[in-house]
């Protein structure tokens, strides 16, 4: 196997997916074979990794652990994120292992099937070590949640079983970052505490020579060293975002030429297919929160894709945003409907076999002449596609169940190994797509954007994510001991 060490939080949220993306961009400029790893992830913001000999196409991850791949340099394999659990509702989840679907289940059931998905993660484990110098694995939540604990397979449960030594990280950001460090260390049984290796203090704002004193009361307390104070990255705003917990901190942007509405829905699902948009120079990109209208000065709005496609559609209109976009469509402005947005955008969406829930149908947004129905097979693949609208090359993958019909699909916005994709209304003004991923193509997004009125284009949106790579590894080079943390992978 390879040397492996693992970062865990105080708790979510506190940038331990930057912190792993950018200690594998680090350890990579240091000539090591790396992979990242995260044994549990709960995310609707999912990726698509081949699995070789699948002809069905591949698996899903964490998008996550494909931004950790593309630090290591190395393609996303679905043993990077063994166990994936994409929320469905506020108590139930769809469970994928290994890429494929397991089923579904509600919190209290995925407790009780944690046992048995241990050993899927064990076997993920050891494939991604094969070959590699180091392997950096990510937690999820917090190793405090002992409640949680005999069961556990995402934090200490896997540390203890795997033999990795943790790294704790703390977010100085949200406040009580000693009671949080110190809390930790008082309440973990000793098992666990003897994995803690050390610490470091994440997002600090400012002088960081001004926690000299907390990082000295944090030793008296625990007795752990400290590997560093992480600044806030300024960088880590250009990468992927994970879930939609960073959602309410990107509710509005810096007003530009062209203004983007994005609906959160409640089930939101991909969002950082609107990544590349926000890249722009003249585009401001606004996500809508629940209870607040489109915001009508917008030249385009987006519709994501969605884990939950009938009930956001419902929640849709509860917040009286189908009006905001029939006034906003009337007034010949732009949408743009991707995965389950594309779905919304048609006539109905029927659930026959009850796929996502007890309501099996529900009136769409009447702004495509298509309809759809909802069928157990799921679509999981990377993409190679060429756009109908400018003739141009895309790039990207596709996750979604349904399949989408109607006579507005005779004008279709993209061609996929040689099959019609989405759909465009009479008037050009109104896209669906299947294709996550397509304002990723350079080329595609500077001629979109240009049809809108606005000069796009010129950004290589890769490698702007490269060099917020680089730029992450290098602040961490600086104000961690990256080396001590290196050297005690065992």
Avoid at 408 to 433: E, M
Wanted: charged fraction near 25%; charge should be negative; hydrophobic fraction near 45%.
């Amino acid at each position: 196997m390879a040397k492996a060490i693992m970062l865990q939080g105080t708790g979510s949220d506190v940038g331990k997916t930057v912190l792993v993306a950018g200690l594998c961009r680090a350890a990579k400029k240091r000539g090591l074979k790396v992979r990242p790893f995260k044994p549990q992830n709960m995310s609707n913001n999912a990726a698509v990794a081949d699995i070789p000999g699948d002809k069905a196409g591949g698996g899903e991850i964490g998008r996550a652990q494909w931004l950790q791949a593309i630090a290591c340099g190395v393609a996303p394999s679905v043993h990077m994120n063994p166990v994936l659990l994409k929320p469905q509702t506020d108590v139930g989840a769809q469970v994928i292992v290994q890429g494929k679907v397991f089923g579904e289940a509600r919190a209290h059931d995925y407790q009780a099937m944690k046992g048995r998905l241990m050993d899927a993660v064990l076997d993920s484990w050891g494939k991604v070590g094969e070959g590699a110098d180091l392997v950096i694995v990510e937690g999820a939540g917090s190793p405090a949640e002992i409640n949680l604990r005999s069961r556990d397979i995402a934090n200490m449960g896997f540390a203890t079983r795997a033999d990795v030594p943790v790294v704790l990280v703390g977010d100085i950001d949200r406040g009580g970052v000693i009671a949080s460090v110190a809390g930790t260390h008082l309440i973990l049984p000793e098992e666990d505490r003897r994995m803690i290796v050390g610490y470091l203090i994440n997002k600090f704002r400012g002088d960081v020579s001004l926690f000299d004193d907390g990082i000295r009361s944090i030793e008296k307390f625990t007795g752990w060293r400290c590997f560093g104070v992480v600044p806030w990255l300024k960088a880590a705003a250009r990468l992927p975002s994970e879930d939609s917990v960073v959602l309410e901190r990107l509710a509005s942007g810096e007003a530009r030429a062209l203004k983007v509405a994005v609906p959160m829905l409640g089930r939101i699902a991909n969002f950082d297919d609107l990544d590349p948009l926000k890249a722009e120079p003249q585009v401001e990109v606004v996500f809508v929160p629940p209870g607040r209208p489109l915001p009508a000065d917008a030249g385009l709005v987006v519709i994501p894709g969605s884990k939950s496609t009938i009930g956001d559609l419902l929640k849709f209109r509860e917040n009286g945003w189908d009006r905001d976009l029939l006034a906003h469509a009337k007034r010949g402005g732009h949408v743009v409907g991707i995965c389950g947005g594309f779905q919304m955008l048609g006539r109905i969406v029927r659930d026959p076999d009850g796929i996502e829930g007890s309501v099996t149908e529900a009136e769409g947004l009447g702004l495509l002449d298509v309809e759809t129905v909802m069928e157990p097979e799921k679509t999981v693949r990377n993409v190679s596609a060429r756009s109908v609208l400018f003739d141009l090359p895309l790039e990207g993958y596709e996750i979604h169940l349904g399949r989408t019909t109607g006579p507005d699909t005779l004008r279709p916005s993209a061609v996929i190994n040689g099959i019609d994709d989405g759909a465009v209304s009479a008037d050009g003004k109104v896209i669906g797509t299947y294709m996550h991923g397509l304002f990723g193509a350079d080329d595609f997004r500077g001629k979109f954007l240009e049809s809108l009125g606005i000069k796009g284009g010129g950004i290589d949106y890769r490698a702007e994510v490269e060099r917020a790579l680089d730029e992450v590894a290098a602040e961490l080079e600086t104000h961690l001991d990256c080396d001590a943390i290196f050297a005690l992978a065992r």
